[in-house]
């Protein structure tokens, strides 16, 4: 589809259903690819956040192909947020038979990785740029990835480091 017609699909979508179209996400995703997401939230009027985020959705729903768009629908935004985060540890199908049963809340609580769960500790850091090329060469290299919005699966590669090194130290 020509980026005009999509971005024309993308305001039709935004005024008929703001709220509730995966097809409107998807739109937003393929906008933001083309860097036309900005000009879509200036035709629309449409919230600068609130387009980043469903485009952010968008972009990830390829990982639910196969699972038909009304239900997704059903699950609504927030829990298909939640779900998409835990996709690479979990299967799909199962993921979205959980949002279904459950309130997003419940569900934070009832995948590992959110983190709510428990009794979870937040850590900033702050590096030099050289001290941020070597973190990051670090959490690669035990399991993290570069993504576009920086490093993701960081905590799980801190943690297989410290694993090691206090494996060493206890020797």
Not at 4 to 33: G, T
Not at 111 to 135: E, I, M, N, T, W
């Amino acid at each position: 589809m020509h980026q005009s017609d999509r971005m024309k699909e993308a305001l039709v979508l935004s005024a008929a259903q703001p709220d509730h179209s995966i097809e409107l996400a998807r739109c937003l995703a393929e906008l933001k690819a083309n860097k036309l997401l900005p000009e879509f939230i200036a035709a629309s009027g449409s919230s600068r956040r609130k387009s980043y985020y469903l485009a952010q959705i968008g972009r990830e729903l390829e990982k639910l192909s196969g699972i038909p768009d009304d239900r997704l629908t059903a699950i609504g935004w927030t829990k298909l947020q939640i779900v998409l985060r835990h996709i690479d540890d979990r299967d799909a199908l199962d993921l979205v038979e959980l949002a279904e049963k459950h309130k997003a809340h419940e569900l934070k609580r009832m995948l590992p990785k959110d983190p709510l769960v428990g009794h979870s500790r937040c850590v900033v850091l702050y590096f030099s740029p050289d001290q941020y090329a070597d973190f990051e060469k670090a959490i690669v290299a035990n399991g993290g990835k570069r993504s576009r919005r920086g490093l993701s699966h960081k905590e799980k590669a801190l943690i297989a480091m410290i694993g090691r090194l206090n494996s060493i130290h206890s020797k």
